[in-house]
């Protein structure tokens, strides 16, 4: 029996369609948190069999529903200041408030499955190297490098990421600081430890919003609001499917799932987690340490 | 109950931040170990998780000696036939002006802060590595993560070898299914951080946490309890971190990045 330690709270989970965030929502919404979904696709998860054989109803809300909590989805693009705080507006205009924030819109492509027009080149497994057989249904992958990368990939992948999370910050702390309450949870990744410019500009957002975390959580602290950070090392979404040979690489000898993010994302929303502020957790079952062992 | 069927060792558990975390996990389900220099305090706490309906059983430790460690993993395999959470919380810190730190002084604390987690994770790992689980917990501080005070040159320099200590032991204990943490609590009131203060005078140095004096300031505007670093414990402790290892979580209300 699990205890409903999250009844009565507001959870918004961004990019919480599918990968990550669905994981975190159906987490959240198991402990009774009525859950708020922003997505780019609030059905995206279609182009993924991984993740397409995993839903068990049409979209995540309906999964939510059938968990017994309130659940509402909008389709926005995050990277839009003024479209981001209208949703945030509609969403506490229906379930009263936000007591959660989850961001975990963003992703290492600069172009999204459903956007590849049929016979685009797919670079996914010559940039990452490390995958084995084809790399899932067609992301492309940022190619870009520290000293080259272009434009538009770069704020692509600086505006999915970076400016999708502080656009969804700045319009929750408002709300979040009149109640003097709420726990904020960002997604970086383990990326931002290892500099070694791959996926470029993606460690560089990752690693900005590491930074955007610690000083949110200065700025918020006095309010009673705890913001902390997630960097995730390779997980299973519908991305990487169930492909891959990275165990090897890894301390604990194997990858990551959705769930093993989701598990710690609930920690840091519930009361077990209210003195930790401005903190960068690491998920990635001791990869980022390994590279040097 | 996250911590059903599992012991616990956790040494330095008569008070403060170890007695805190020894209660909440006997709480959880855990049979504890609490250790202590002096047996009679370790056998208060061993009464008082019993009293609530707890296991736990009393050793005479001082973990800067290794035949003392030796016998404590011992006889918690006789007693309990098994150990899975081992939390290297023992500490003692001699605050001191840089040039007045005594050699003794200096070695007394590396010989318990930092020398201590290595002799009770090197005996108990062995077991953890035939039974493929454990959860190694270690404390270190604010004071280890990059937060330079000149009168803690032992102490902060023994919390910061124990950040290293934790990602080492982490990468060697990895394969066969451990998880070796560490959390650095940042101003929390125990007997070592307030020792003996009035309470007037410890209420000043909490107000202070708030307003003025920035040594004291936190982001959250309170200084911590020991429950909020048990709290922490008990996450690492339990199947909620099992893809988290190598890893130091600071417990400090946003302390340290404080200006």
Known sequence: ?293 | MKLNDKVAIVTGSTRGIGKAIAMKFAAEGAAVVVTARHIEQAQQVVNEIKNQGGKAIAFKTDVANRADVHNLVKGTLEHFKSIHILVNNAGIGRPAPFLEVTEEDWDAVIDVDLKGVFNCTQEVLGHMMKQQYGKVINISSVGGVGFPRTDSASYGSAKAGVIMLTKIIAMAAGPYGINVNCIAPGLIRTDMTYPQKAETEAQKLIKATVSGDKDERTALGRVGKPEDIANLGLFLASDDSSFITGQTICCDGGRHDRM
């Open chain 1, 1 to 293: 029996m699990v205890e409903k330690k999250l009844s009565g709270k507001v959870a918004l989970v961004t990019g919480g369609a599918r990968g990550i965030g669905r994981g975190c929502a159906l987490r959240l919404a198991k402990l009774g948190a009525d859950i708020a979904i922003i997505d780019r696709n609030l059905k995206g998860f279609e182009v993924y069999e991984f993740e397409k054989k995993q839903m068990a109803a049409s979209t995540v809300m309906d999964e939510g529903r059938a968990l017994g909590v309130k659940a509402m989805g909008l389709e926005v693009d995050l990277a839009d200041r003024a479209a981001t705080g209208t949703a945030i507006d509609e969403i506490v205009k229906k379930m009263g408030r936000i007591d959660i924030a989850v961001c975990s819109a963003g992703g290492g492509t600069v172009k999204f499955a459903d956007e590849i027009k049929p016979g685009e080149a797919v670079k996914q497994s010559e940039v990452m190297g490390v995958r084995e057989g084809d790399a899932g249904p067609g992301d492309i992958a940022t190619t870009g490098t520290p000293s080259d990368c272009p434009q538009d990939m770069l704020m692509r992948v600086l505006n999915n990421n970076l400016m999708a999370c502080m656009y969804t910050c700045m319009a929750v702390a408002p709300y979040m600081k009149k109640q003097k309450s709420g726990k904020i949870v960002t997604v970086s990744s383990m990326e931002i430890f290892i500099p070694r410019g791959i996926l470029h500009p993606y460690g560089t957002a990752k690693a900005a919003i590491a930074y955007y975390t610690r000083a949110l959580a200065q700025d918020l602290g006095p309010y009673n609001i705890n913001v902390n950070c997630i960097a995730p090392g390779v997980i299973h979404t519908g991305r990487l499917g169930e492909r891959s040979n990275m165990a090897k690489q890894i301390a604990l000898r194997r990858e990551g799932t959705v769930e093993d993010c989701a598990k710690v994302v609930e920690f840091l929303v519930t009361d077990l987690a209210d003195y930790v502020t401005g903190q960068i957790v690491t998920v990635d079952g001791g990869a980022r340490d390994q590279r040097y062992a």
